[in-house]
């Protein structure tokens, strides 16, 4: 079946660099999540979208922005990247119907130097 | 603030043994609590959900149960097989906080063989 495919798997940046994260959910899903994942840390919310308009915004800094397409897949956009954005980003999809049965993403390992 | 968390960081159970995951939580007003898995390099994985109105659901090997007086709630997993061996979060779906989850930190399951 098909998952939550997200790209790059890894990628390395400079400080003040931007990044962009890709996620495609699975086909017929109409939520998408974006969750940041420090080392060690829990999983945070950051934004979602309903059918691509922005539904939910978690802990998302202003540097960072999403947005989902008309094909539905969502990117993220990150600028002006600190030490501290070094994370793990996970996207996940969902009916918005069973919104507690998400499929994540295997993610975006982010590594700011 | 609110939080959902866990008691032990770390559980360590012999293959075949029946394992349990404690998890408090402080925000009650939430529609649901769900657990996930996430292995090593991946997304985490959904297991199951129970909504507040519940006390007890069952899956495939694997319990969940809400306590709402004491704020508590457990995943046990039966006869837990090697492939169990994972982190495993509880998370929240706050009431009126749309699609967010806010996940409690996790406890590393370790399997013995």
């Known amino acids: 079946a098909a998952g939550v495919i997200q790209s790059p798997r890894h990628l390395i940046k400079e400080k003040r660099e931007t990044a962009t994260l890709k996620c495609y959910p699975i086909?017929?899903?109409?939520?998408v999540y974006w969750y940041q994942q420090g080392p060690g840390q829990d999983p945070q919310f950051l934004i979602s979208f309903y059918e691509k308009m922005q539904s939910d915004k978690g802990s998302i800094p202003d540097r960072f922005s999403a947005q989902q397409f008309s094909d539905y897949h969502s990117e993220l956009n990150m600028s002006s990247l600190e030490l501290g954005d070094s994370a793990l980003y996970f996207c996940?999809?969902?009916?918005?119907?069973?919104?507690?049965?998400?499929?994540f993403g295997q993610g975006t390992r982010l590594t700011v130097v | 603030g609110e939080s959902v968390g866990l008691h032990l960081p770390t559980l360590s159970v012999q293959e075949g043994d029946n394992s349990i995951i404690n998890c408090a939580y402080s925000n009650s007003a939430s529609d649901y609590f769900i657990w996930y898995k996430q292995e090593s390099g991946k997304g985490p994985q959904f297991i199951i959900d129970?909504?507040?109105?519940?006390d007890k659901r069952q899956g495939q090997r694997v319990t969940v149960l809400l306590n709402k007086t004491v704020k508590h709630l457990s995943l046990q997993i039966a006869a837990t097989q090697p492939g169990d061996s994972a982190v495993y979060f509880c998370?929240?779906?706050?009431?009126?906080?749309?699609?967010?989850?806010?996940f409690g930190g996790g406890t590393r399951l370790m399997v013995k063989p």
């Open positions: 996940a999809s969902s009916f918005v119907n069973k919104k507690t049965e998400a499929f």
């Open positions: 086909p017929r899903h109409d939520t």
């Open positions: 129970i909504r507040s109105n519940m």
């Open positions: 998370a929240e779906n706050p009431h009126n906080a749309g699609n967010m989850l806010t």
